[in-house]
């Protein structure tokens, strides 16, 4: 007995130039966003153990950041998408 039936799912079709772009654009703002929650968590925290780990986390978000925007400047990529 054959309780599900074997179909042929439709690949998706790749997404256009333009969805990438957009895509990449909401990319960016999360980075950006991600980086500023960063930014006023290192200067909240106030356990030495913890600076360490917001240090990294800062770090982490900025390179994120950064590579984001020279990945959409060497795509001709601007915010207006």
Avoid: N
């Avoid at 074997?6 to 950006?32: F, H, M, T």
């Amino acid at each position: 007995m054959t309780f599900f039936r074997s179909r042929r799912r439709r690949q998706p079709s790749p997404p256009s130039e333009e969805e990438r772009e957009e895509e990449l654009v909401i990319q960016i703002d999360k980075a950006r966003k991600e980086w500023d929650v960063a930014q006023i968590q290192l200067a909240q925290m106030s356990d030495p153990e913890l600076i360490d780990y917001a240090v990294y986390r800062l770090k982490a978000a900025e390179k994120r950041y950064m590579y984001l925007l020279k990945k959409a400047e060497q795509k001709g990529v601007s915010r207006s998408v």
